[in-house]
């Protein structure tokens, strides 16, 4: 990386050796004499008197090892350093894109803003800039490829994105930007009675245009709820981001890996009751539980047990009937048909009168829907221990608030490796 104030060389040993693909030059890089690098889309080739020497996947697991010395800006590869004044560029192009290592160089750790039974949530301080972010320390899990790669393929404000992936000795620390704001759990748990017609309207128009993005991507959640979704700012509802990937898969793939997964009160109903661990399910299962999401907002007194899962199957007929918020029902019970089949994409959820209507409804509409709401959801219950959902995947992440800025404790000591120095 090229510091003015304090000149860096940066070894990258790059690792693997493949054929050269065609496709778009993003960046240039002339080295010393004879050799340059080509970083295009997919690799990172480095020639030697124009014939190709050596290619670098721009993919996971490959990594890419920065290291510092002074006087001197560079990367090295095979043992061979190049020198360029280009690698800090070079380096945010490759943000993202496979691991770097050495975290230790770039951030320094400021404190535990949440802590699950595998894995952290550090926030800390680019070394180079005043900014804050949260790097999501988790142990060495493949699986963690596929989440990481599905992450950085939603390119929509409803995510957030991975600023870069650093690979330590047990963990791996993805860096992304801080969220300041509540969960969704967190928003209305205080809320006497849920949230009002217009803020549902807002929150679910935004989740569901991020569902309609990632479907769109051939990609399934398979964890939507309350404390998987966080504000960014605290006061603007429009905000938000859908976060814990931990659990999505493609829907493209002939096998899912914990096919029978989710949390109760949430978790669609195909894959509750699946019985057979080899058969796939469509994406609507995402639709589902955003339905699920919605009763939830609209009737806070809903209750989910451990024991057994709630999918808040409005089959009773008055529910159209009645006053308060019968459009937003309309939908809802759309949203919650038991069949896959029946409930509509999030394109078609998106378009319904629900986002455009408003209505005030009384005191006494709002307490009528509410006790017959209660009276008209389903339970299905597992008979036996080995019915219920599989929980599998990364921990959530979401029911951490930061504390101010100016109340972070330094120094705090971390059973990371990587950060071992601030002990």
Same mark, same amino acid.
């Given at each position: 990386?090229?510091?003015?104030?304090?000149?860096?060389?940066?070894?990258?040993?790059?690792?693997?050796?493949?054929? $050269?693909?065609?496709?778009?030059?993003?960046?240039?890089?002339?080295?010393?004499?004879?050799?340059?690098?080509?970083?295009?889309?997919?690799?990172?080739?480095?020639?030697?008197?124009?014939?190709?020497? $050596?290619?670098?996947?721009?993919?996971?697991?490959?990594?890419?090892?920065?290291?510092?010395?002074?006087?001197?800006?560079?990367?090295?590869?095979?043992?061979?350093?190049?020198?360029?004044?280009?690698?800090?560029?070079?380096?945010?192009?490759?943000?993202?894109?496979?691991?770097?290592?050495?975290?230790?160089?770039?951030?320094?750790?400021?404190?535990?803003?949440?802590?699950?039974?595998?894995?952290?949530?550090?926030?800390?301080?680019?070394?180079?800039?005043?900014?804050?972010?949260?790097?999501?320390?988790?142990?060495?899990?493949?699986?963690?490829?596929?989440?990481?790669?599905?992450?950085?393929?939603?390119?929509?404000?409803?995510?957030?994105?991975?600023?870069?992936?650093?690979?330590?000795?047990?963990?791996?620390?993805?860096?992304?930007?801080?969220?300041?704001?509540?969960?969704?759990?967190?928003?209305?748990?205080?809320?006497?009675?849920?949230?009002?017609?217009?803020?549902?309207?807002?929150?679910?128009?935004?989740?569901?245009?991020?569902?309609?993005?990632?479907?769109?991507?051939?990609?399934?959640?398979?964890?939507?709820?309350?404390?998987?979704?966080?504000?960014?700012?605290?006061?603007?509802?429009?905000?938000?981001?859908?976060?814990?990937?931990?659990?999505?898969?493609?829907?493209?793939?002939?096998?899912?890996?914990?096919?029978?997964?989710?949390?109760?009160?949430?978790?669609?109903?195909?894959?509750?009751?699946?019985?057979?661990?080899?058969?796939?399910?469509?994406?609507?299962?995402?639709?589902?539980?955003?339905?699920?999401?919605?009763?939830?907002?609209?009737?806070?007194?809903?209750?989910?047990?451990?024991?057994?899962?709630?999918?808040?199957?409005?089959?009773?007929?008055?529910?159209?009937?009645?006053?308060?918020?019968?459009?937003?029902?309309?939908?809802?019970?759309?949203?919650?048909?038991?069949?896959?089949?029946?409930?509509?994409?999030?394109?078609?959820?998106?378009?319904?009168? $629900?986002?455009?209507?408003?209505?005030? /409804?009384?005191?006494?509409?709002?307490?009528?829907?509410?006790?017959?709401?209660?009276?008209?959801?389903?339970?299905?219950? $597992?008979?036996? /221990? @080995?019915?219920?959902?599989?929980?599998?995947?990364?921990?959530?992440?979401?029911?951490?608030?930061?504390? @101010?800025?100016?109340?972070?404790?330094?120094?705090?000591?971390?059973?990371?490796?990587?950060?071992?120095?601030?002990?």
């Amino acid at each position: 990386m090229f510091l003015t104030c304090c000149p860096n060389v940066y070894s990258m040993l790059l690792k693997t050796q493949i054929n $050269f693909i065609d496709n778009e030059i993003i960046l240039s890089l002339d080295l010393q004499p004879p050799y340059k690098a080509i970083l295009k889309k997919d690799f990172l080739h480095i020639y030697k008197e124009e014939e190709p020497l $050596f290619s670098l996947p721009l993919s996971y697991p490959n990594l890419i090892s920065w290291q510092f010395k002074r006087d001197l800006v560079g990367f090295m590869i095979n043992n061979t350093t190049y020198f360029t004044d280009q690698t800090y560029k070079l380096k945010e192009l490759l943000n993202g894109k496979l691991f770097f290592s050495r975290i230790q160089d770039f951030y320094t750790p400021l404190q535990v803003l949440g802590q699950g039974s595998s894995a952290k949530v550090l926030l800390v301080k680019s070394k180079h800039s005043d900014q804050y972010f949260a790097a999501k320390c988790v142990e060495k899990n493949e699986l963690m490829y596929q989440e990481i790669e599905i992450n950085n393929e939603l390119d929509h404000h409803a995510f957030v994105k991975i600023k870069e992936v650093f690979q330590g000795d047990t963990s791996y620390y993805i860096i992304m930007d801080l969220l300041s704001g509540k969960n969704l759990q967190q928003l209305i748990k205080n809320q006497h009675v849920g949230l009002t017609l217009e803020q549902t309207q807002k929150i679910m128009h935004a989740l569901l245009s991020g569902i309609e993005h990632m479907h769109q991507k051939n990609i399934m959640h398979r964890d939507i709820k309350p404390e998987n979704i966080v504000l960014q700012k605290n006061n603007n509802l429009t905000t938000l981001k859908i976060v814990d990937f931990g659990l999505a898969t493609y829907t493209t793939l002939k096998k899912y890996k914990y096919p029978k997964c989710g949390t109760p009160g949430y978790v669609a109903p195909e894959i509750a009751n699946l019985t057979d661990k080899d058969t796939t399910y469509s994406s609507k299962c995402d639709i589902f539980s955003a339905g699920a999401e919605e009763m939830y907002f609209l009737e806070q007194a809903l209750t989910l047990y451990y024991h057994q899962i709630r999918n808040v199957i409005l089959i009773s007929r008055f529910l159209l009937q009645r006053k308060y918020h019968r459009i937003s029902q309309e939908l809802v019970q759309k949203m919650l048909s038991k069949d896959p089949k029946m409930r509509p994409t999030a394109t078609e959820c998106l378009n319904h009168e $629900f986002f455009t209507y408003y209505d005030k /409804p009384t005191s006494a509409q709002k307490k009528t829907f509410f006790a017959q709401t209660r009276a008209a959801t389903l339970t299905v219950d $597992f008979s036996s /221990p @080995e019915e219920k959902p599989e929980y599998k995947g990364s921990f959530v992440t979401n029911d951490i608030v930061p504390q @101010e800025y100016g109340m972070q404790k330094k120094n705090t000591k971390f059973n990371t490796t990587e950060f071992d120095q601030y002990n």
